[in-house]
């Protein structure tokens, strides 16, 4: 049995027929071809899969595609505008706050988030907030950076 799923990603308006226990993460990967979210855990534990559904932070392989019906859902390629880099993107290049690169989709949407709800976080809030996210190459010191960059730059624009 297919259930039919319409929701708006990255501004656009997308639709399609999933099975009932599709994850959002699989529809967004599979059927929309938005590889950028990735699967690391499939068990909620890593953060690889974070996007942004109705303007909250949200572990993909954790909610159904049902579940996302008729809702608002950015990823990681929803934060640039078109080849102009989102400013936390553009934090995390200049102070290389990746490494494998894995875990930089849902660090990155994590911080976003992060800055979004607490622009003035300090060092030791955004480390706790980002608690939820692994970086199996233990690149934390500069993924810390580059999130207080991104809200310098983010306060700035």
Do not use: W
């Amino acid at each position: 049995m297919t259930i039919s799923v319409s929701m708006t990603v990255n501004g656009k308006t997308v639709s399609g027929d999933v099975e009932g226990r599709t994850l959002l993460v699989q529809f967004l990967r599979e059927q929309l071809h938005l590889t950028g979210t990735h699967v690391g855990c499939d068990t909620s534990q890593c953060g690889a899969c974070v996007v942004h559904v109705d303007g909250q932070s949200v572990k993909s392989c954790t909610i159904l595609a049902a579940q996302a019906n008729g809702t608002e859902v950015v990823t990681i390629e929803g934060l640039a505008d078109g080849a102009t880099l989102h400013p936390m993107q553009e934090a995390f290049r200049e102070h290389h706050g990746l490494q494998c690169g894995f875990c930089t989709p849902g660090m990155l949407a994590t911080g976003y988030d992060i800055v979004r709800r607490l622009p003035d976080a300090d060092e030791a809030r955004i480390r706790r907030e980002l608690s939820g996210n692994i970086c199996r190459c233990t690149g934390y010191h500069n993924i810390v950076k580059a999130i207080k960059a991104g809200a310098e730059k983010m306060s700035a624009a």
